[in-house]
Each structure stands twice: as C-alpha cells, then as structure tokens.
C-alpha cells in the first residue's frame, strides 16, 4: 500500500494550493480519506476527513470554510483544497486512509509520506 503526498510549496498568505494523495495497492473506494497536518513542535491534527463514497466531510473548525477535501474513486486520489491560506496553516500535511469513520490519528491504516506547506505572512 502506498499513499504518495504532493502539491505542497510556498505560497503567501490569502493564496491557494491544492494537494493531491494518490494511492495505490489498496481498494480505494473501502476507506474513508483524511488530511492531517503537524508543524514543527506540535503533534499531529486532524484536518479533515471524506468518506469512502464522497457523500460525508468533516473539518476542522480551524480550517472550515477555506478547505475543500475530494476524492475521485475512479482515480484512487483524494485531494485537498486550500484557499485563504494563513501563516498559522503552515505545516507537513499528511493523507491518510481508514476504515472507521474517526478524526484521531490511531484509527487510520495507511500515511502518505507528507508534503511540506509554508505561508509567507
């Protein structure tokens, strides 16, 4: 199983980026996806979550309102949305696949390997 990051980069603050998570070696559509993120001296959060058909999100109120999550089942990917972007949003993001329906690291099976997100203030 591998969950494969990307899109990060630097960008300033009140822009965008989109992340991507491409998977492969597991049945896609059977997990539900999520993003989390950890900056540097902190542990890791949870920033969203969609589930295996699309149709259920939860986010974080911390990023609510500027974050998008998706997935495309026919593509095994799952991608992340970030408008509005702040200099506190600066971390390594993280996809994450599970199969219960939760929002804390330990329920969720498989990590991509991070992509780095910075915010220029």
């Known amino acids: 199983v591998q969950l494969l990051d990307s899109g990060g980069g630097l960008v300033q603050a009140g822009g965008s980026l989109r992340l991507s998570c491409a998977a492969s070696g597991l049945t896609f559509r059977s997990y539900h996806m999520a993003w989390f993120r950890q900056a540097p001296g902190k542990e890791r959060e949870f920033v969203v979550t969609i589930s295996k058909n699309g149709a259920l999100t939860y986010y974080a109120d911390s990023v609510k309102g500027r974050f998008t999550i998706s997935r495309d089942n026919a593509k095994n990917e799952a991608y992340l949305q970030m408008n509005s972007l702040e200099p506190e949003d600066a971390a390594v993001y993280y996809c994450?696949?599970?199969?219960?329906?939760?929002?804390?690291?330990?329920?969720?099976?498989?990590w991509g390997q991070g992509t780095q997100v910075t915010v220029s203030s």
């Open positions: 994450a696949a599970g199969r219960s329906w939760s929002r804390t690291t330990h329920d969720f099976d498989y």
